[in-house]
């Protein structure tokens, strides 16, 4: 220990010159780098891409799970066979459906991708055009995500709780305003995002395929126009032909190598959620109602959303009915194809894109003919798993019009269950059959048109509330109907 004490001189005058010369430095040599200041984009994307794609797709979090125990069964794709009362298909929810959506896509995936906007923007710590460019598409995503199942949301002031005067009550946005928000969004995320510009990192949507992005962001813009066309005709009928004049500038999904899914790999925490679900749990079976349409189609695609019987028939399971009532019927349960831990979360498709465009197109909105955007959606729905569409298939849907595009959209649309039941409440498409005799449905028997805001609003933000539910224009219950509804 006495050695301490015999510091050579030369040393000490080193030491004393040393401290004099980086006393400006001081605040950089005592930076932590396991607790950086700032933290990159490359690590914020991940996760909020994440819990946006997983709260909309399906995750293991039950009593929280909007998509496949609420949707899917509202717009009976699936039906349970029991805990009914509980979980969604008689039209009744816990409340945790609304706070864990709510929750998680603000404070997990929206917040992560605010702050990756700013740190990538002009002036910010990572400027980065592609990085701002992804976060604004995936931040329009997850708006646009939550205001269709709300209504009214925090959106213009709702991520400025850390900003230099911050808004931790921030007030509501009609839903005619976000949409013309995201809207604005996805141009301009376009405008930002370069191919053979710069590098970006924690991509697990596209691995840094910035053409991927720009396609995603130009459809899913043409998409919200086409939702938004009855309320606001010209504006959306612009803002589709301007994508659709101009491929170059304004690029699309071409075919089923280029839409919008994330990818899983068989590790804990990386699986597919429905795989987590489904392969754990019997609680569902498929519905009556999707089964019966693919059997009077004669549709092979049965195959896929459907495991057989063992005498190798398809059968379906009444929706709303008691679980003494299911338990007492053989049904098929969902197909292989989603069991697999590898399967992809969906998102957005070509085939949604072309059945949008065949409506668009039916509604006069686009040029082109409407039937043939309809046989290249439902051709691409065969093609996404794995088949081909028959060539008499179209004959067999009689007469078309807007119903058969949006049955048709509907079929296709299974797993994306929140897609489709937003799609039944915009138009009313396609028609429900009466219900079983031994059904019970709760909400006065309406389809569910919304869920309810959480509890949180009410106790932490209520003035900014009942200024939202006002411009909801009914009860925040889940019978008002939204402002896109036809």
């Known amino acids: ?256 190598d280029d839409y919008a899914q994330l990818n899983h790999a068989n590790v804990i925490g990386s699986r597919n959620k429905m795989f987590d679900v489904f392969s754990t749990r019997s609680d569902w079976n498929i519905s009556t109602t999707l089964v019966d349409k693919l059997l009077e189609l004669d549709d092979d695609r049965i195959s896929v959303y459907a495991l057989p019987l063992a005498d190798g028939s398809f059968a379906g399971l009444p929706n709303g009915l008691t679980d003494a009532a299911a338990s007492s019927i053989s049904a098929s349960t969902i197909g292989q194809k989603f069991l697999d831990p590898e399967a992809p979360s969906i998102l957005m498709t070509y085939s949604e894109l072309m059945f949008i465009l065949a409506e668009a197109a039916l509604e006069g909105d686009i040029a082109g003919d409407h039937m043939d955007y309809l046989e290249m959606a439902i051709s691409g729905s065969f093609e996404q798993h794995g088949l081909e569409m028959p060539a008499d298939y179209i004959s067999r849907l009689g007469n078309v019009d807007k119903e058969a595009i949006m049955t048709q959209k509907w079929i296709a649309l299974f797993g994306q269950g929140v897609e489709a039941w937003t799609e039944y409440r915009r138009t009313g498409f396609p028609q429900m059959p009466t219900p079983d005799p031994n059904a019970i449905f709760v909400n006065d028997g309406v389809l569910p048109t919304r869920i309810e805001y959480p509890p949180s609003e009410y106790s932490l933000n209520m003035t900014n509330l009942e200024e939202g539910i006002q411009m909801l224009g009914g009860g925040d219950n889940m019978r008002t109907r939204l402002w896109w509804a036809e």
């Open 1 to 256: 220990m006495k050695r301490l004490k015999f510091i050579p001189y030369t040393l000490m005058l080193g030491l004393f010159l040393l401290v004099g010369s980086c006393t400006e430095e001081f605040e950089e040599i005592n930076t932590d780098p396991n607790n950086p200041v700032t933290i990159s984009p490359a690590l914020l994307l991940p996760n909020a891409i994440q819990v946006s794609v997983d709260r909309y797709w399906g995750h293991s979090t039950r009593f929280e799970r909007l998509n496949i125990d609420a949707a899917m069964c509202w717009i009976q794709h699936l039906a349970r066979n029991i805990y009914i009362n509980a979980e969604g298909d008689t039209y009744e929810i816990p409340i945790t459906v609304s706070t864990g959506t709510w929750d998680n896509l603000y404070n997990s995936s929206l917040v992560n991708l605010e702050q990756v906007i700013e740190l990538a923007g002009e002036g910010g710590a990572f400027q980065n055009r592609n990085y701002e460019g992804i976060a604004l598409v995936m931040k329009a995503f997850t708006f646009s995500y939550l205001t269709d199942v709300f209504g009214p949301i925090p959106y213009s002031n709702a991520l400025k709780g850390a900003a230099d005067e911050p808004v931790n009550s921030p007030d509501y946005d009609s839903m005619e305003e976000i949409y013309a928000g995201v809207l604005e969004d996805l141009k301009m995320a376009n405008e930002k995002l370069t191919i053979g510009g710069p590098v970006v990192n924690g991509d697990i949507m596209f691995d840094g395929d910035i053409l991927r992005w720009k396609k995603f962001a130009n459809s899913l813009r043409i998409k919200l126009a086409n939702r938004q066309a009855a309320k606001k005709p010209a504006e959306s009928r612009a803002i589709m032909q301007e994508i659709l004049s101009s491929p170059e500038t304004f690029p699309i999904f071409t075919g089923n």
